[in-house]
């Protein structure tokens, strides 16, 4: 009874380096125990790879897949690489999988070098979104740009800052080791998915591609904000719409011209019948490379006219957030999909602001993804031409990339890739 009375003294005497220790000790042994777990879940994910390279071993004829994966070192603050190669190079390796690793080194870098790619079965993206929007850019801007969208299957590891596309793709996004490896595990299994892209063209003529959306308003400019105020911890997501509601800029609307049209089902495909050997020798004998050529064009120009007999519908909006989304992130089971204007009231009070904003950043799963009244229209094609005053500054999040706020023609390209994926098929994807 001494020893104890004498151990609950010293802990008073001493209270703030005991308080200290205590709190210290906690931490790690949540730290080692989050690591044992981290440790036990790659070594399941790396049993399930390594029976993949055997079956490969036991009964492949052919080469080995190769995949080329486009790294951004600077993801994650710099943790990039690290994160990979512990969780997602070690499975890939283990299933018998040919890897070919691209650092981007700049900004732009992998869609120079997705431009170029010559040789490869599939296509990881280790990074963010931004990554993302890099490659399939550099992919979609090439001259055979058709042959490889469905040639070449897409994943994404998800190690960037934003990882939008890798949420609607891969389960347990809870847990980042599981993330990672459900990610890589999906390209050993091989399941894909027809992903809608975005095709966004300036007024020059220039061509990017996105696959989640476009993002403009009050709500960007305030979590574009978000990490100057890393010096309040964990309260800086709730202070930043406080700090932006109680702004000089305050109300800060968007206003914008909009034509658009609806979507429209795609052609049917067109039913080819296998010719005879005798109608085959006689086309190849009188028909030529011209006439082939006329008929080429005539179809082509049959599609445009049908395309130009579409309506256009003039809007004017002016709005306190201005939305553009693919059903990839809207709804995915939908029939005919589409692109989706979303747009919220422009009399929104400095209190419903920040609980909006609030309300987005919460980690509670309460399936209500705004408190705020929203109007929403379909389209397949649309034309978007900011208002601003001389001077003003004004900008875009194209998938979580900023990009300055300019008239754009954006287009709807249905089923364009295909993302690999741990999540069961739709019954619009089938």
Known sequence: MAALMKVFSTLRNHWKKSTFFAVASSYGIYYLHDRYRANLLRTEFCKEAQLYGKQLATFATERPRKVTVFLNPAAKKGKAKKLFDKNAAPL???????????????????????????????????????????????????????????????????????????????????????????????????????VDVMAIKDEEGREVFAVCGLDWGAFRDANEKMPKYWYFGPLKKKLTYIF??????????????????????????????????????????????????????????????????????????????????????????????????????????????????????SKKKDGTPTILPTESLEFGELKLEPVKAEGQESWFDLDNEKFEAMPIHIKLLRKKLYFYTNQPMTSKET
């Open 92 to 194: 890939l390796n283990l299933a018998g999988i040919e890897v070919e690793i691209i650092k981007t080194e700049y900004e732009g870098h992998a869609k120079d070098k997705a431009s170029e790619l010559e040789t490869t079965d599939a296509i990881v993206v280790a990074g963010g979104d931004g990554t993302v929007g890099e490659v399939i850019t550099g992919l979609l801007r090439r001259d055979d740009e058709k042959t490889l969208s469905s040639k070449w299957p897409l994943a994404v590891i998800p190690i960037g800052t934003s990882n939008t596309l890798a949420k609607m793709l891969y389960t347990d996004a809870e847990s980042e080791v599981r993330w990672m490896c459900n990610a890589a595990m999906s390209v050993i299994r091989g399941l894909t998915k027809p």
């Open 244 to 361: 932006h509601a109680l702004g000089r800029g305050w109300p800060s609307s968007v206003t914008a011209h909009i034509s658009y049209r609806q979507p429209m089902p795609d052609p049917e495909p067109e039913i080819v019948e296998t010719p005879s050997i005798l109608w085959r020798w006689f086309s190849w004998i009188w028909i030529s490379k011209a006439q082939l050529e006329e008929e080429a064009a005539r179809k082509a120009q049959e599609e445009k006219e049908k395309e130009e007999a579409i309506p256009w519908y003039d809007l004017d909006v002016s709005t306190q957030e201005l939305l553009i989304k693919t059903d990839n992130v809207q709804d995915a089971n939908k029939d005919l999909s589409s692109l989706n204007l979303i747009t919220k009231p422009n009399d929104i009070t400095r209190k419903n602001f920040i609980k909006e904003g609030w309300n987005r950043t």
